[in-house]
T-cell receptor, first 111, second 111 residues
Framework: EAGVAQSPRYKIIEKRQSVAFWCNPI?????LYWYQQILGQGPKLLIQ????????DSQLPKDRFSAERLKGVDSTLKIQPAKLEDSAVYLC?????????FGPGTRLTVL | GEDVEQSLFLSVREGDSSVINCTYT??????LYWYKQEPGAGLQLLTY?????DMKQDQRLTVLLNKKDKHLSLRIADTQTGDSAIYFC???????????FGTGTRLKVLA
């Protein structure tokens, strides 16, 4: 069974630029999550999708972050414009049968 | 809101047992998880326990749950240098599929 795929693995941008991350969950998993993990901390939920609907986006900074889940499968997370404090690892995860599986993450550095 | 606490560091000698502890606040948590994160990687699901269980054993891993004290522990028997990583505890409340993560415990195994 293929795992959760994410791309790119690394991204370096300057502040005020835009960036987008892509996630392909495990086939058949209805629930998809985007997390932000700052160095030394646990993952913090940004947004949770059930199929193509948003379940929870209460911690998503909506003035600069946006996310969509196309046709209930792939998802993209966008930051526009980026700030220095957005430097983190962005993790995508999907859930099936009470088990949540993570992708390898995208490490974002904002200069 | 829900809070999950872990100690930050643990150091053990190779061959000894490691015990990583976690406390949580939401008594309605239904599934409790342990994840392992190695440098530069996403989170790897190690094991999980349902709230109506006291103990679960999976090869070298033993999970103990004390619901009264809202305390979860992960015991790793015969700890190896490859077990050096950050270990995260996570809890899920029934019906939400929202995972709340602790800050992680960095396990260092000394040869």
């Amino acid at each position: 069974e293929a795992g959760v795929a994410q791309s790119p693995r690394y991204k370096i941008i300057e502040k005020r630029q835009s960036v987008a991350f892509w996630c392909n969950p495990i086939s058949g998993h209805a629930t998809l999550y985007w997390y932000q993990q700052i160095l030394g901390q646990g993952p913090k939920l940004l947004i949770q999708f059930q199929n193509n609907g948003v379940v929870d986006d209460s911690q998503l900074p909506k003035d600069r972050f946006s996310a969509e889940r196309l046709k209930g499968v792939d998802s993209t997370l966008k930051i526009q414009p980026a700030k220095l404090e957005d430097s983190a690892v962005y993790l995508c995860a999907s859930t099936g049968r009470n088990e949540q599986f993570f992708g390898p993450g995208t490490r974002l550095t904002v200069l | 809101g829900e809070d999950v606490e872990q100690s930050l560091f643990l150091s053990v000698r190779e061959g000894d047992s490691s015990v990583i502890n976690c406390t949580y606040t939401d008594s309605s948590s239904t599934y409790l998880y342990w994840y392992k994160q190695e440098p530069g990687a996403g989170l790897q699901l190690l094991t999980y326990i349902f709230s109506n269980m006291d103990m679960k054993q999976d090869q070298r891993l033993t999970v103990l749950l004390n619901k009264k004290d809202k305390h979860l522990s992960l015991r790793i028997a015969d700890t190896q240098t490859g077990d050096s990583a950050i270990y995260f505890c996570a809890v899920v409340t029934s019906g939400t599929y929202k995972y709340i993560f602790g800050t992680g415990t960095r396990l260092k195994v000394l040869a």
